[in-house]
């Protein structure tokens, strides 16, 4: 029998509270997170730029739809047992209602146990959000979250550093302040110095996410454990790199006319058993 979305949920949580950090790799389509599954992983998360490069789009705020964002996850979700959670950009709205909205769906409609709201606005020419709104947009993604019947783990995302802004006291003040207004976890994504890490974790009381796969930040779960890291999740890296398996590949045919990437291919049948339902 397969899990409830409140079961699904508890276990989530659970991850968050037991010591040490966990990994929750990011698929980017059902048969990724399949394979993710069988791995053994404990959850997942979807990435939003593996999707919008799955679709044929530049990866950027307002590319992929928020109905095709949920519908990705809800295939996700579907496809496997684990806890999933979404990457849900700006919420898709600058306003705090967008926001909670999105939350709503994503525990409603896509049956998501969590998700993220980051402070980035999209516009080049202002890309975060002035701290009083991207706090108040945070509060009600809370508010909604608090309102499921099942306890839904909410990320606050500050995206200073990935948006030319490493200004790390206005990093750690906005995430101090979407923990206030009850974010779950928080994501401080680029941070890439070991220093920068651990003065995050020291500065707030909730789980940490970090993202690895980024070059210049190389740590093992063991040493990001240890800088209080809880939760590590890897963005677009995943399917980067199975791109870039792609590409070499196909390069490979039409530079040279040869097809020696194959001795490297998964076996089709242990690709096609990986596929089974559960």
């Excluded at 849900?88 to 209602?97: D, F, I, M, Q, V």
């Excluded at 606050?156 to 974010?183: K, M, S, W, Y």
Aim: charge should be negative.
């Amino acid at each position: 029998m397969r899990a409830s979305q409140a079961e699904k949920a508890e276990r989530f949580v659970a991850l968050h509270a037991r010591p040490g950090a966990f990994v929750i790799p990011n698929p980017w389509d059902a048969g990724t997170a399949r394979i993710l599954a069988s791995l053994g992983f404990e959850a997942l998360t979807t990435t939003s730029a593996g999707l919008a490069f799955t679709l044929g789009r530049r990866d950027g705020a307002g590319v992929v739809t928020c109905d095709e964002t949920l519908a990705n996850a809800k295939a996700i979700v579907d496809a496997t047992d684990l806890p999933v959670a979404a990457d849900l950009e700006n919420g898709y709205g600058h306003k705090p209602e967008a926001a909670a909205e999105t939350i709503r769906l994503a525990g409603e409609v896509a049956g998501l146990v969590g998700g993220s709201i980051e402070d980035a606005t999209g516009d080049p020419r202002r890309p975060i959000y002035d701290f009083q709104h991207a706090v108040e947009r945070v509060a009600a993604a809370a508010e909604t979250a608090r309102a499921l019947p099942f306890p839904f783990v909410l990320v606050g995302r500050a995206e200073n550093f990935l948006h030319g802004r490493p200004d790390l006291d206005d990093t750690i003040r906005r995430l101090q302040a979407f923990e206030a207004v009850g974010a779950d976890a928080l994501y401080a994504p680029g941070l890439t110095r070991a220093e920068d890490i651990q003065t995050v974790c020291a500065a707030v009381r909730k789980p940490v996410n970090a993202v690895m796969g980024l070059r210049g930040a190389s740590f093992s779960v063991t040493e990001l454990a240890a800088l209080g890291v809880r939760r590590i999740s890897v963005g677009s890296a995943l399917s980067r790199a199975a791109l870039g398996a792609f590409i070499r590949a196909a390069r490979e045919i039409q530079e040279r006319g040869t097809f020696a990437f194959a001795e490297d291919a998964i076996p089709y049948a242990q690709l096609n058993d990986l596929m089974l339902g559960l």
